[in-house]
């Protein structure tokens, strides 16, 4: 029996050899004729040896520029989506490039075991740029986050004397701060969370832009009655804490796990207003919203805040390379010590360089004034022009700089979905991404020209006067999935 399961094991090992000699042989082979592969080729290869863990549009992006993307045919699009807000600075940028490149030929990697030439430089001009007094640096933007929660609670046992392991955090229900365990078990993203549980606890939920809400979390807490508060209100979910002690309130700004909700005013203000009041560590994750993109340096500026911690990743690289920092100042920085948290690509010199590189783009180039313009020009062009001759469609167009949304109704999209939008607006040259079922993201490079604005705007008009009839009559009604999202973790609506 042995023997032959170990033949078979041979076997098979031998057809997985044979099988991967075959792929490269193709892929190999094809390079050495100089014949490029295809569109459909790419994508195929693609699904069939990448795990299925994203839905994307049908395009494949082969040369980028500015805001423009060519396809392995030649096919030029304007791309609204901006890898997530991550090449705010646009693809490509020469001076990015070029810092890159030097730095690439010198230096890249050096480990935080020993130091080296770019990374203080780095350190000293974010914190300046931003006004806080440290950083620890990253690569992701979930890193980031992981970071934040970690400082934030170490924080809590030693300045606020916290019981071990009795630390809590407050996030907003809705909001999306990334895909790893510890920051999904704060998130309401039902695709996130469902199949990977036990999640981590001691997070409480509060609905976005409920001051009050909050405030009676926090009064709850300081009395010690949380268990009974919690009890009465079944909608919140904690393990089986008697009593709490919240190390930090957690605000994604405006994302919203992409529903691009604009706070309402006041809010980020009396947020901390009330973690001052109670010793409590506002964190902002500007991940996505951070570094220009909503006409701001950073999207709590629309109220002049100073969060204690912020988060910043994405377009801190300009796409170049993965790059990510948490800001806070020494009182809360210096609670983590050597060995306690670290990176191996975290500070190394190539990030660094282009991390500088990409923050002098935003500032040389005026990009936070040109998002705030042009941002403004584009939605009036949506709601003018598109909104207005498609009231019954289109919901709302609401956003800030150069992070929009297009919210659509269900009703009058049904049986089609954004996604079926979305892929007749690639057909017509323009690149978006839906979030759900009825909303699409726009958030172009903030070096895209009014002219393109002005055909991203037609483009959409286009595609629902002539295609959205089209799609309606050719899509059966049992396909449409659309329904209201209704949070599995604290039963909310997920807007």
């Known amino acids: 029996m042995a023997a032959a399961l170990a033949r078979r094991g041979g076997a098979g090992l031998a057809r997985a050899a044979l099988a991967r000699r075959r792929g490269m042989c193709s892929a190999a082979a094809a390079e050495r004729a100089g014949a490029a592969l295809t569109s459909e080729e790419l994508m195929r290869m693609e699904r069939e040896r990448s795990a299925h863990n994203y839905h994307p549009i049908p395009v494949v992006f082969s040369k980028g520029e500015g805001s423009h993307i060519l396809d392995p045919e030649g096919n030029k699009y304007i791309d609204f989506l901006s890898a997530y807000s991550a090449v705010n600075q646009g693809h490509c940028h020469p001076k990015v490039l070029r810092a890159l490149t030097e730095q690439a030929e010198r230096l890249t990697l050096s480990s935080r075991a020993f130091y080296n030439d770019k990374f203080p430089i780095f350190a000293e001009y974010l914190t300046s740029m931003f006004g806080y007094e440290m950083m620890l640096p990253m690569n992701t933007g979930a890193e980031g986050v992981e970071t934040a929660i970690k400082l934030a609670r170490k924080w809590g046992y030693e300045k606020k004397k916290i019981p071990k392991n009795e630390a809590l955090i407050v996030?907003?229900?809705?909001?999306?701060?990334?895909?790893?365990?510890?920051?999904?078990?704060?998130?309401?993203?039902?695709?996130?969370?469902?199949?990977?549980?036990?999640?981590?606890?001691?997070?409480?939920?509060?609905?976005?832009?409920?001051?009050?809400?909050?405030?009676?979390?926090?009064?709850?807490?300081?009395?010690?009655?949380?268990?009974?508060?919690?009890?009465?209100?079944?909608?919140?979910?904690?393990?089986?804490?008697?009593?709490?002690?919240?190390?930090?309130?957690?605000?994604?700004?405006?994302?919203?796990?992409?529903?691009?909700?604009?706070?309402?005013?006041?809010?980020?203000?009396?947020?901390?207003?009330?973690?001052?009041?109670?010793?409590?560590?506002?964190?902002?994750?500007?991940?996505?919203?951070?570094?220009?993109?909503?006409?701001?340096?950073?999207?709590?500026?629309?109220?002049?805040?100073?969060?204690?911690?912020?988060?910043?990743?994405?377009?801190?690289?300009?796409?170049?390379?993965?790059?990510?920092?948490?800001?806070?100042?020494?009182?809360?920085?210096?609670?983590?010590?050597?060995?306690?948290h670290g990176s191996t690509f975290g500070g190394n010199p190539l990030a660094s360089a282009v991390a500088v590189a990409s923050l002098k783009v935003v500032t040389d180039e005026g990009l936070v004034e040109r998002a705030a313009k042009l941002g403004q020009e584009f939605r009036d062009q949506l709601q003018k022009k598109v909104q207005q001759r498609f009231p019954q469609i289109i919901r709302e167009v609401r956003g800030r700089g150069l992070l929009n949304a297009v919210d659509l109704s269900n009703e009058a999209l049904s049986p089609a979905s954004a996604y079926d939008i979305c892929i007749k607006l690639k057909e017509r040259g323009v690149l978006a991404k839906p979030t759900h079922d009825t909303i699409i993201r726009l958030a172009p490079p903030l070096s895209i020209s009014p002219e393109e604005l002005a055909e991203a705007s037609k483009a959409f008009g286009v595609v629902l006067e002539h295609d959205l009839p089209q799609l309606q009559k050719q899509i059966k009604k049992t396909e449409s999935a659309a329904e209201k999202q209704v949070c599995d973790r604290c039963g909310r609506d997920l807007y």
Request: net charge neutral; with cysteine.
């Open 171 to 340: 996030s907003c229900c809705g909001c999306f701060h990334g895909r790893t365990l510890g920051v999904i078990s704060m998130s309401c993203d039902n695709d996130a969370t469902r199949g990977f549980g036990p999640l981590v606890p001691g997070h409480l939920k509060v609905d976005f832009g409920d001051i009050d809400g909050l405030e009676k979390i926090f009064k709850a807490i300081i009395f010690y009655t949380i268990f009974e508060y919690l009890h009465v209100h079944e909608r919140y979910s904690i393990q089986s804490m008697a009593r709490g002690y919240v190390v930090f309130c957690l605000n994604q700004s405006k994302e919203k796990l992409g529903y691009v909700i604009i706070p309402p005013d006041g809010y980020l203000k009396a947020v901390r207003d009330l973690c001052s009041r109670h010793n409590i560590l506002m964190i902002a994750d500007e991940i996505q919203t951070g570094i220009a993109r909503t006409g701001k340096m950073l999207a709590c500026d629309w109220e002049n805040i100073r969060p204690d911690v912020v988060i910043l990743g994405k377009a801190l690289g300009a796409g170049v390379v993965p790059v990510s920092a948490v800001l806070a100042d020494k009182d809360i920085m210096l609670c983590i010590r050597p060995g306690e």
